[in-house]
């Protein structure tokens, strides 16, 4: 499998349709394909099946979304892999 390491993507919508699974479902697409171009960006691939969602809305989180456009966000975790994979960390709201 090589060197691996972790990175973000993320999406951003309409709170008021946090319950409407067809429309999550389109932002956790997006997320996905977010953490896609960015892997791709920094010359690693993402491995396969290893995506894994968060939503987060103002309603019900601690987190702090002022400044997030819609302050519904979906965030998208992924492994990576490839050189320098293992260098690549997401963690807080960044790849580092």
């Known amino acids: 499998?090589?060197?691996?390491?972790?990175?973000?993507?993320?999406?951003?919508?309409?709170?008021?349709?946090?319950?409407?699974?067809?429309?999550?479902?389109?932002?956790?697409?997006?997320?996905?394909?977010?953490?896609?171009?960015?892997?791709?960006?920094?010359?690693?691939?993402?491995?396969?099946?290893s995506e894994v969602f968060t939503v987060l809305s103002a309603d019900d989180s601690l987190v702090e979304l002022d400044?997030?456009?819609?302050q519904l966000v979906v965030r998208c975790t992924v492994h990576v892999e490839g050189p320098g994979a293992e260098k690549l960390r997401a963690e807080g709201p960044m790849n580092g």
């Open 1 to 49: 499998m090589g060197n691996t390491g972790t990175l973000f993507g993320w999406a951003f919508g309409d709170p008021a349709r946090e319950r409407d699974g067809g429309y999550v479902d389109g932002l956790q697409r997006e997320a996905l394909g977010n953490a896609r171009e960015t892997a791709k960006a920094k010359g690693v691939g993402v491995v396969a099946g």
């Open 67 to 70: 400044n997030a456009p819609g």
